[in-house]
């Protein structure tokens, strides 16, 4: 018989208690890194393919791209490659603010080469909603800067639509882009080097992923079509692949490569890149 049933309950309820903070301690712990162990998961513009999802990156997160590679071949016979570091900061809640430095290198068809800054790209990415039945939505506000000796003639305003639906087998992005301006009078500044320099009246392409969260693994491929600011050139046609693994918590490489089908610059390409997930240095407001 027990005699101190009120006590006996009181000790039940603080046991109970302090096996749910525990708990919670236990789950809260990883919390802060696991924007960086999945970044993964989030598809960027050119690593490895050109569609990307609708998502930003964590608030108050930092990643640092470093120098994603894109070496191209046209069937002419000349090459041309590009590096584009780019910083990326989650400044507001679903909102993402970028700045890239595109470096382009092309060979002429009478053995010249070049090498030089191709433009500061500035973008915005705003996330509109959280997926549920109905697919995560997405607006990109990007401006080409007329800085670098193979930069356009003038800033190049360009504004894009996301959206991403996932599946259980697989996730589904759509994107679709117009730019702003005239053909530029600099021909070198339209070759495509890098995938978010590239200047093209319109562009729409589909992607689709496969998730493989055991190995820390992303599986991608796209087709693509755009439009060149020049109206007498054809449109392009590009199906492309590669993958994103997480090599370290904070680390995430990725590879690619495709054709253009058509199009002046028909040709294979091949992409590499990397990315560093870090956070700002200050703390959230209570």
Do not use: C
Not at 43 to 48: E, K, L, Y
Not at 148 to 154: E, H, R, S, V
Not at 192 to 203: F, H, I, K
Not at 232 to 260: F, H, M, N
Request: aromatic share 8%; hydrophobic share 45%.
């Amino acid at each position: 018989m027990n005699l101190f049933p009120d006590s006996a309950r009181l000790d039940a309820s603080r046991s109970g208690v302090t096996r749910l903070l525990v708990a919670a301690i236990i789950v809260a712990a990883p919390v802060s890194s696991l924007s960086a162990q999945t970044d993964y998961y989030n598809t960027d513009a050119g690593r490895p393919v050109r569609i990307e999802d609708a998502y930003a990156i964590e608030r108050r997160a930092v990643e640092l791209q470093l120098a994603p590679f894109r070496l191209e071949r046209a069937r002419g016979g000349s090459y041309r490659w590009g590096l584009e570091p780019e910083f990326a900061v989650g400044l507001f809640p679903r909102t993402q603010v970028e700045i890239g430095f595109p470096i382009a290198h092309v060979e002429g068809v009478a053995g010249t080469r070049r090498t030089a800054l191709g433009g500061i790209d500035a973008s915005v990415l705003y996330n509109l909603n959280t997926e549920t039945r109905l697919p995560a939505l997405a607006i990109v506000a990007d401006v080409l800067l007329p800085l670098g000796a193979m930069a356009p003639d003038k800033a190049y305003p360009s504004f894009k639509a996301i959206a991403t639906k996932t599946f259980s087998w697989a996730r589904f992005h759509v994107n679709g882009q117009m730019t702003i301006g005239d053909a530029p009078r600099v021909a070198a500044a339209n070759s495509g080097t890098t995938a978010s320099a590239e200047l093209s009246r319109w562009l729409v392409g589909v992607a689709v992923d496969r998730t493989l969260p055991l190995r820390s693994l992303l599986l991608t491929a796209e087709l693509v079509t755009s439009q060149p600011l020049d109206a007498a050139e054809t449109p392009a046609w590009d199906a492309a692949g590669g993958a994103r693994y997480q090599l370290s918590p904070r680390l995430a490489v990725d590879g690619g490569g495709g054709y253009r089908l058509s199009g002046a610059d028909a040709g294979w390409f091949v992409t590499a890149g990397g990315a560093v997930s870090l956070g700002l240095p200050w703390s959230p407001r209570r």
